[in-house]
């Protein structure tokens, strides 16, 4: 049965960060995600995890500069150090909330270099990130997870494809190396998403899933796709982990505006209680 987590970087826009714990666990989730931690101590956060019942199931490593436009830096030549210490802050932040999977994203492809030079340094930096994550996190461990990201969102992201992903995955060759995927991403850049699932979940290198409808990135049942009959089918294929509800409400930060467009979810939430 798919369990859903709330995207507290996108949903509940309408309170502040620290408050969407609580706005998440009204409304009947039992677990989040979110980009950034980092702006706030790890043991805070901890505390309203604890205070709400919720787990945390998912966040980001450190991207680079964000407001300046970067978004990750694992595939950077000459970005090394930054990257380990990233990733060394973001170990220690997973083992404080108790989340099993950090996304490292890969970045953006620095203009003009080495197709091949960037493709080996995105492999160590994620190697890397996985060997520390097993190290420090032993003996459960954490999930190093790969998200192909769609190009009209973000413009020369280096990674795009689910074949890409899986192929990267292969020759990283490191056991808690998994994909996160979005089919928000996977179906604006590639589409046939039931057949892609079908042909990916039962390889056991998908740790995790990230909705919104499309092409708006709003809710689940507003756009093209018929999530209902996705859910089902991962549901079919024996998915019992986290979906990541990563949509901007389409009532934008309207009060209650993300509350009021979960109908789609209350099916869903009724069957994981019975
Ligand atoms: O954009 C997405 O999709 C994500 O999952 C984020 O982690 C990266 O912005
Ligand atoms: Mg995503």
Not at 92 to 109: D, E, F
Request: with cysteine.
């Amino acid at each position: 049965m798919p369990r859903f987590a709330a995207n507290l970087s996108l949903l509940y826009n309408d309170v502040d960060f620290l408050d969407r714990f609580a706005a998440a666990a009204r409304d009947g989730f039992r677990a989040v995600e979110f980009l950034f931690p980092y702006a706030y101590a790890p043991a805070q956060l901890a505390a309203l995890l604890q205070a709400h019942g919720l787990q945390q199931v998912l966040f980001n490593a450190p991207p680079g500069n964000w407001e300046a436009g970067e978004r990750g830096i694992a595939c950077i030549p000459g970005r090394e150090a930054e990257f380990r210490n990233g990733m060394a802050q973001a170990v220690k932040y997973a083992l404080t909330l108790g989340c099993p999977r950090i996304h490292v994203m890969a970045g953006l492809v620095p203009q003009g270099a080495d197709a091949s030079t960037v493709r080996n340094t995105y492999i160590a930096n994620v190697r890397y990130a996985a060997r520390l994550a097993a190290r420090l996190a032993a003996p459960h461990g954490i999930h190093i997870l790969l998200e192909p990201i769609n190009g009209r969102d973000m413009p020369g992201f280096f990674l795009n494809r689910q074949d890409q992903a899986h192929a990267l995955l292969a020759e990283i060759a490191e056991p808690n190396v998994k994909v996160q995927m979005d089919l928000y991403h996977c179906q604006i850049v590639e589409g046939d998403l039931a057949t892609k699932i079908r042909q990916y979940l039962p390889t056991g290198n998908i740790a995790h899933f990230q909705i919104a409808g499309v092409p708006e990135r709003h809710e689940p049942d507003v756009g093209e796709l018929n999530y209902s009959y996705l859910f089902q089918l991962l549901d079919s294929l024996g998915w019992d982990g986290w979906i990541g509800c990563e949509y901007r409400p389409a009532r934008g930060n309207a009060p209650h505006g993300t509350s009021d467009g979960l109908g789609w979810l209350k099916p869903w939430l009724q069957a994981d209680v019975n």
